[in-house]
């Protein structure tokens, strides 16, 4: 079956294509597809699957929220208006480090069963402030039932790989 008619198809269903990157290498079909109406397609068959999650912003404070299951980390923090200034410039295309968030180290190991990290993840990690060992960036993230309750902590401060490559080309 050709890619074009495979697209077609899908756009009659009413879906579009959404970045390849945005839960990862491992492609799950919630993070994949999404119809026209911003839902994807596994969400629309899953409806009822939602997780909590608690962030730790740079002031400390605690915000929970809850979110359909199959979106990135990123995707939460923009659907829901969260103000993690700088958070994912470059919109999750796996350009910068922006997204960097620090995860309790039972929930990283949780997330280390489910998906390994790429290198591509662990190039932009390496220019993120405040690196940890339990350390992910959000946009690779894909929220599922078993993180349902976690506490991710936002890095006081934000480093935009983006930025540091290109003060490093300066002549």
Known sequence: MSASFLSSRLLLLG???ARATTC???RRPGCIFRNTRGVSSGQALRAEERATIHFINREGKRIS????TGVSLLDVVVNKNLDFEGFGACEGTLACSTCHLI?????YNKLI???SISDEEMDMLDLAYGLTPT?????QVCVSKILDGMVVCVPKAVT???KTNDKDSAP
């Open 113 to 115: 069963a489910d998906t």
């Open 103 to 107: 995860f309790e180290e039972k929930v």
């Open 135 to 139: 350390s992910r960036l959000g946009c």
């Open 160 to 162: 935009d790989a983006r």
């Open 15 to 17: 879906l579009t294509v």
């Open 65 to 68: 929220v809850n979110t359909l």
């Open 24 to 26: 990862g290498r491992t």
